[in-house]
């Protein structure tokens, strides 16, 4: 299927591994320019690298900003113009019990999670209504919906992501821009992949083993019974990222694997 993103201009916080990395790739692919994001220099153009050498022909290009750092956030505003797709995919989260929460940490993940999308969303938006033509998309989890006890606080930042998500959409009406999120449900990405290839030689069984084991022990229930592969949640991005989609909007829709139980 030709998705029609030949020429459009993506900007995806936080893509220089895990989902973000392969939607920039899914995007590549289907011709559109792309501008990825990481915290560190060494490691985003060691991204920008590995995207070149797979696509030599296109137009790919690196920002370096720490979303916790708001001088780095203002220096990458500036650079951000013609945009057509916005993926706010940059998050963080942590195993932490309510009780042990300081205010420091709710502030910490609110101000990554949150309010960098709101910060891109307000910058590049009204370019977007201008021309009346661009698509953002949150990269939310099902966590905003079932919310975790051992991490109320990510939970909170999901929620809020698909509220802020839904609001500015309601600001597009009579164009064709669209504002979208995707609820991604247990997802290998690379951070979780290392993690359970840890526990795994500790306890001396095999990397599938663990992760079947932990998907039951986590989510008996899951529809899909294994983790989500990255590309999985990426080609819904990338869809809502096309002009194919035009009549979604205001959504939040589920890549969760069958986690949640709600319709």
């Known amino acids: 299927m030709n998705l029609k993103l030949e020429g459009k201009r993506a900007f995806i916080s936080g893509s220089t591994q895990g989902i973000g990395f392969v939607i920039a790739k899914q995007l590549l692919n289907e011709k559109a320019e792309v501008i990825i994001n990481g915290r560190h220099e060494e490691k985003t153009k060691t991204a920008v690298q590995k995207l070149k050498d797979e696509f030599p022909d296109a137009v790919v290009s690196g920002i370096v900003c720490d979303f916790e750092k708001k001088e780095e956030v203002t220096a990458l505003l500036h650079q951000l113009n013609a945009i057509d797709i916005l993926i706010n995919n940059v998050g963080i989260f942590e ?41 953002i998309v949150f990269i939310s989890s099902e966590s905003g919906v079932n919310i975790p006890g051992n991490m109320i606080h990510y939970g909170m930042t999901k929620a809020a992501m698909m509220a802020v998500s839904n609001g500015l959409s309601k600001l597009t009406a009579g164009t064709e821009v669209t504002v ?74 589920r890549a969760d694997g069958g986690v949640l139980k709600t319709i």
Not at 98 to 119: A, G, T
Not at 200 to 219: D, G
Not at 220 to 235: C, G, T, V, Y
Request: proline share 4%.
């Open 95 to 135: 195993l932490k019990d309510f009780e042990n929460l300081e205010d420091e940490d709710w502030y910490r993940i609110f101000e990554v999670n949150v309010m960098s999308s709101i910060r891109l969303s307000k910058k590049l938006l009204p370019q977007m209504l201008e021309k009346k033509s661009g698509r």
């Open 180 to 253: 979208n999120t995707i609820l991604g449900g247990p997802t290998y990405s690379d951070g979780v992949a290392s993690t359970i290839e840890h526990i795994a030689s500790l306890q001396n069984i095999e990397v599938e083993q663990m992760k079947t084991a932990i998907i039951q022990q986590t989510n008996p229930h899951s529809l899909l019974q294994r983790f989500i592969d990255p590309s999985e949640i990426a080609s819904l991005a990338v869809y809502l990222s096309s002009p194919l989609s035009i009549a979604t909007n205001g959504a939040s829709l």
